[in-house]
């Protein structure tokens, strides 16, 4: 998405999935049947009107400004203009969704300036903004329609599962550092608040379908109808299944995934005040993985074995508006969520209980006040293996917060101060505060201005808190046996950042902007792994060695860096978005710590260099061309090099409700390393080069 508009037209102000489950075990485990497309998408074609070639040319004769007249809702919680908006933010808008030729949320991710995304097989990514890359991204808070989808067991979240079909998605804001003051404990290093479409935009019916060489078989089935004369509904379902890549040694790498996923929307409104939404989605799905550990403790063998593991998850959300006046309104949020996997050597289920109250109103001529309270419950069950257990194996978490925020126009229409704070208990760490301030100045109606300083703060997983983890067995002194076992640490604390973030948005002209934001953040007590004192330990008669490595908060350091984006219409029909993100990273153990590989492995997980090219061309004849460039530099501990991906995408439009596609990805290597993370919990596969053709029909 473009990066800058125009700044003169601001004003401030206002039970689980069994039956999908058991659908997936018996039978679309397998690869779909080939279907005769030829003979469908004639028939398609034949039935379709013409696509009007004047509603392209409006399209691409849209500037800059125009096409990022867009408002956002995840820095502030209220309604406000990009543009105008004193954060790091990049709006993934449905053009670019329905242009990227992506199949999965992460793929689209991939878009975002400074926003490291690294695939590990076929089903798993890591995803990280400003370093702290690895398979469970604890930094990082992830949002669906307000439901976080972070994981309070492990941290990070299982992009796997967030199966939403991406027909259903308005659009994706990516918040590149803290967003605490606002969103709470985890959202240390960035915010992913991806949102929905309202029922009323997805009337009618919706038939997407597509297959090729890693993208097996894929679809989407969507209807929305009226609910009476305010209210509309949405029902849909979608499926994939993706093939498997090949593992480090160029053999299969047993990593297929596929997942079913279905859900339903309404929105209502009661009368001119009034609204309400309700939400329900349910999935499942199974993958393969290849995972080491250990199966046999005397004699100590270590193998890596693959597995098959199965998850599934459902959820329920409403969400109620209420309007007092132009200048007052208030939001209450509920929901429930429930999340459930398994392998033969783990599992677990967690349930999530969420109210979420806020008020926004205007106080005076220059107070933007919103304000709201919040709790969540959290609890989970555990299944104890050789490989993984928890103490206690049942947790129980309750969390309370409050925040406040005031937007205060110093100078109406050029210079707005925000002073916010969130402040949270768990049961856990306690009390928390999480303070920001913002300065957004409007220097001219085509450049602004803004700075920002903030605290935030990563709480500890039941993982951090309770795990025990059997990662190696070795041979000891007189054939005594040796198991490396990593234990969490009831008393873990917090992980502490303090960051300072400096940006300029500027409009060149209506065909060239400029998004440009630095930043330094400072970070204490992050999470170290310390060796303690072997002990003895015997089960089921063996008698072994216990090698202890205990989680603690003695590591620190301080991050650095510059993402810059830029939006440049080259002509009415071709539009370029180059950027570029820069990172260093300089983490150090405290003077107690007995840690000396946690912090270079950290640091050398991240490239200190990413570049990216999209070029957008609209061609004679219905033809749109999507060209996609990535270099992503390499990661110094994991001795992955450097690599380049070229993706594209080839779209006919046949009428206003056809579409053929035709995609290319990875396009430069057959084969490409991506990340290799030792914290991993599943081995890497290579990412391979892949093509696939889609279509799409409303009806």
Partial sequence: ?????????????????????????HGMRERWPSLPLVVVLATLFLATPAWSQQKTDALAQLSIEQLMNIKVTSVSKTEEELSRTASAIFVITQE??????????????????????????????????????????????????????????????????????????????????????????NAVNGVISIITKRADQAQGGLVTGGGGSLEQGFGTIRYGGKLGSDGAYRISTNYSNRGH????????????????????????????????????????????????LVTAISPPVNQVLSLREDFSGWSIVSQWDHVFSPRSDTRLQVYFDRTDRDDPTYGYGLSTVDFDFQHHFEWGARHNIVWGLG?????????????????????????????????????????????????????????????????????????????????????????????????????????????????????????????????VRREFSKRLSLDLTTFF?????????????????????????????????????????????????VSSRWTLS?????????????PTSQDFRTASGTQGSSPANQVQVRSHMVLPSHFLFDLSAFFVGRLVSQNAPSYTRLDSNLTWQGGERFSVSVVGQNLLQDHHLETSNTDQIVQSSLIKRSAYAKMTWHF
């Fill in 1 to 25: 998405m473009r990066v800058s508009q125009g700044f003169s037209d601001y004003r401030g102000g206002s039970p689980r999935a069994s039956l999908c489950h058991k659908i997936l075990g």
């Fill in 96 to 185: 670019d969704i329905l242009r990227s030729g992506a199949t999965t949320i992460p793929a689209l991710l991939r878009m975002v300036p400074g926003l490291d995304v690294a695939q590990i097989d076929a089903s798993t990514w890591a995803i990280s903004a400003r370093g702290f890359n690895q398979q469970s991204s604890n930094k990082l808070l992830v949002l669906i329609d307000g439901r976080t989808v972070y994981s309070p067991l492990f941290s990070g979240v299982s992009w796997d599962a967030q199966a939403v079909a991406l027909e259903n998605i308005d659009r994706i804001e990516v918040i590149r550092g803290p967003g605490a003051s606002v969103w709470g404990a």
């Fill in 245 to 292: 890549m090949q593992d480090l040694a160029g053999q299969n790498g047993d990593d297929e995934w596929n997942v079913l996923n279905a859900d339903l929307r309404a929105d209502k409104k009661f009368g001119a005040k009034d609204s309400l939404t309700l939400e329900a989605n349910g999935y499942g799905g199974a993958e393969g993985e290849r995972v080491p």
């Fill in 375 to 503: 709790y969540r419950h959290l609890s989970d069950t555990t299944q104890a293996t050789l490989r993984v257990s928890f103490t206690p194996a049942d947790q129980t978490d309750h969390i309370f917060s409050f925040f406040l925020q005031d937007e205060i126009a110093l100078r109406p229409e050029s210079l707005y101060l925000t002073l916010g704070a969130k402040l949270e208990h768990n049961s856990f760490t306690g009390s928390a505060t999480q303070p920001s301030l913002r300065i957004a100045w409007v220097a001219t109606n085509r450049t602004m201005v803004w700075s920002s300083f903030s605290v935030a703060e990563r709480t500890p997983s039941f993982a951090d808190l309770g795990v025990r983890f059997t990662q190696l067995a070795l041979p000891g002194p007189g054939g005594l046996p040796i198991l490396v076992t990593a234990f969490g640490n009831p008393k873990e604390d917090n992980e502490n950042l303090f960051a300072t973030e400096l940006g």
């Fill in 521 to 569: 953040n400072h970070y204490n007590q992050l999470r170290s792994t310390e060796p303690m004192a072997p002990f003895l330990e015997s089960n089921a008669g063996t008698l072994y060695l216990v090698s202890p490595l205990v989680f603690g908060n003695l590591l620190h350091g301080e991050t650095h860096g510059a993402e810059a984006a830029i939006g440049w219409k």
């Fill in 578 to 590: 180059p950027s570029y993100a820069f990172l260093a990273m300089h983490l150090h153990p405290d």
